[in-house]
């Protein structure tokens, strides 16, 4: 089983909807991450949890809210997506300081 | 701030030596970490550098000079499946997130 999962693997939605893209993970990590992949930006982080009580803003969090439901749980939502919002999402976690992550297998998302 | 650069693209042949250079400008961080990804797939770890010098991991190297601002990694035994993109990545000493802020990537094409 994979360590880290992420739902939906893929998702076309429209302008103007909400939605929610989920995490979970089983390899015991507090940390948690949500990074946007755009092709040639390289990842970029949105949102970042050291524990269920610890939520921090990264580079791009406009936009989007996030929700840590558990040690092992970590959403992200998007309130109204717009089309600059079709990405690949990866969620990540770490122990430690975070140099080495561990990822999940991405969200490809398409906001028509 | 910080700001990683690596070429875009690097070609080679199978059984080959192949070097991907990441250079950057940053007031400070922790180390230098090398990521792979497949095609869309999930990023996966392959080194850390905390300190200059060279680490070596199988076919993989990774090396790091502070004082020249550069880093890189050594693909030896070149195969078909190291087809991927390559990601340098550092962890900044200060700002206010001080985070994981990965390169563009270099897409490592292995012909036979």
């Known amino acids: 089983d994979a360590d880290v999962t992420q739902t939906p693997r893929n998702r076309i939605t429209k302008t103007g909807k909400r939605i929610m893209l989920e995490c979970s993970q089983t390899k015991g990590h507090d940390r948690m991450y949500w990074y946007r992949q755009d092709p040639g930006l390289g990842l970029r982080l949105i949102y970042y949890?050291?524990?269920?009580?610890?939520?921090n803003k990264g580079e791009i969090s406009d936009g989007y809210s996030v929700s840590r439901q558990a040690q092992a749980k970590f959403s992200l939502s998007l309130e109204s997506a717009i089309p600059n919002q079709t990405a690949l999402y990866f969620c990540?976690?770490?122990?430690?300081?975070?140099?080495?992550?561990?990822f999940g297998p991405g969200t490809r998302l398409l906001v028509l | 701030g910080q700001s990683l650069e690596q070429p875009s693209e690097v070609t080679a042949v199978e059984g080959a030596i192949v070097q991907i250079n990441c250079t950057y400008q940053t007031s400070g961080f922790y180390g230098l970490s090398w990521y792979q990804q497949h095609d869309g797939g999930a990023p996966t770890f392959l080194s850390y550098?905390?300190?200059?010098g060279l680490e070596e991991t199988g076919r993989f190297s990774s090396f790091l000079s502070r004082s020249d601002s550069y880093g890189y990694l050594l693909l030896q035994e070149l195969q078909m499946k190291d087809s991927a993109s390559y990601f340098c990545?550092?962890?900044?000493?200060?700002?206010?997130?001080?985070?994981?802020?990965f390169g563009s990537g270099t897409q490592l094409t292995v012909l036979p």
């Open positions: 550098n905390g300190l200059d």
């Open positions: 990545a550092v962890r900044p000493l200060s700002g206010s997130a001080r985070q994981l802020t």
């Open positions: 990540a976690t770490s122990e430690g300081f975070g140099e080495t992550q561990y």
């Open positions: 949890s050291f524990d269920v009580k610890d939520i």
